[in-house]
């Protein structure tokens, strides 16, 4: 197992756009030619558009976008702007008269951090997919939907630590997994078993330990944590089937709860998509591995690559 470039996935095609005064934004993952595709749901708060179709039981054959966004529900317009766009590419499901692209999409919640009256709208949602067209880089950070994710907040925003979007991908032989991962978590995120960012304790010199926050509040009921989620999307040049890429999303999932603690609570929306173009041959478990392991590392790439904003101090900073 090798780890590569993301654009090395040439099936696929990455594009963000944010605000950076009011800190927020939107990443698409794009399939120009169509992708099988999957997703798993873990989080007890999610937001999501056009999912009900990726059911395995569903007619839906392919997908041609999946769409990341902040805002909130108000970021769900972001994949319609997608939509228009790719339409006007002459991508998506031929219908006669037009093209219908199929666009799902995952919002978190960053009302929080910067302003709350700016959202992504369609006009960003298309910004994101011109900007995957142009051959921009991917940039990981404060970037896209982790523009203004944070991290933390079991211990109340004033002690949590600012979040991103991150990118990472493997190879084996002719196999390819890629991730893309906006880390928006109400827990802590670790890296070889220790805690990497997380909630702070009240002088800030070290983490108070979300796990923890959580058990000593197990008797309060209330919605304390509000404004969570890890949404991310991996895709692979293997083939898969509907049921076996949903399959591999819950894959996704074992990797976001293996470097987040608590993963998948309440107060997340934890969505995994998963896009398979199909051009390698290669057994479910195989992508399976490799799915994990680019989970693991896009969620590692986003906490350090993002900047400090306002009260929110970022790894790098720590």
């Known amino acids: 197992m090798d780890k590569i470039q993301i654009n090395q996935l040439t099936d696929f095609m990455l594009g963000q ?3 950076l005064n009011a800190m927020t934004g939107c990443t698409c993952v794009i399939a120009p030619e169509g992708a099988v595709c999957g997703v798993d749901v873990r989080g007890g708060s999610p937001g999501t558009r056009d999912i009900s179709a990726l059911d395995p039981t569903c007619n839906r054959t392919e997908v041609h976008g999946v769409m990341l966004s902040g805002g909130s529900s108000f970021g769900l ?3 319609g702007g997608l939509m228009e766009f790719l339409e006007e590419k002459k991508i998506g499901r031929n219908v006669g008269v037009t093209v219908v692209p199929n666009v799902c999409e995952a919002i978190l ?3 929080h951090c910067g302003s709350y009256q700016i959202r992504p709208d369609k006009a960003m949602g298309r910004l994101s997919g011109e900007n995957a ?3 921009e880089p991917f940039q990981s950070g404060n970037f896209g939907a982790g523009t203004g994710a944070t991290i933390g907040k079991t211990n109340g925003l004033k002690n949590a630590m600012k979040g991103g979007v991150g990118v990472a991908a493997f190879q084996q032989g002719e196999l390819m ?9 109400a827990g802590d995120v670790t890296e070889d078993g220790k805690i990497l960012a997380g909630a702070l304790t009240e002088d800030h010199t070290s983490f108070a330990d979300s796990e923890a926050l959580l058990l000593g509040s197990y008797a309060v009921n209330d919605d304390l944590f509000a404004g969570n989620t890890v949404i991310g999307c991996i895709f692979t040049n293997g083939r898969l089937s509907k ?3 949903t399959r591999i999303a819950g894959r996704g999932q074992d990797g976001i709860a293996k470097v987040i603690r608590p993963a998948h609570s309440i107060f997340d929306g934890d969505t995994v998509f998963v896009m398979a173009s199909g051009k390698v041959d290669t057994t479910i478990d195989a992508i399976g591995v490799l799915a994990e392991h680019a989970t693991m590392a896009a969620i590692t790439d986003a906490i350090k690559s993002a900047e400090s904003y306002g009260c929110f101090t970022s790894y790098k900073d720590l």
């Open 109 to 111: 919640f960053d009302l």
């Open 177 to 185: 997994v890629g991730a893309v991962f906006a880390v928006n978590a």
């Open 133 to 135: 067209f142009s051959g």
């Open 17 to 19: 756009a944010q605000d």
């Open 77 to 79: 317009d972001a994949a």
């Open 243 to 245: 049921a076996q890429a």
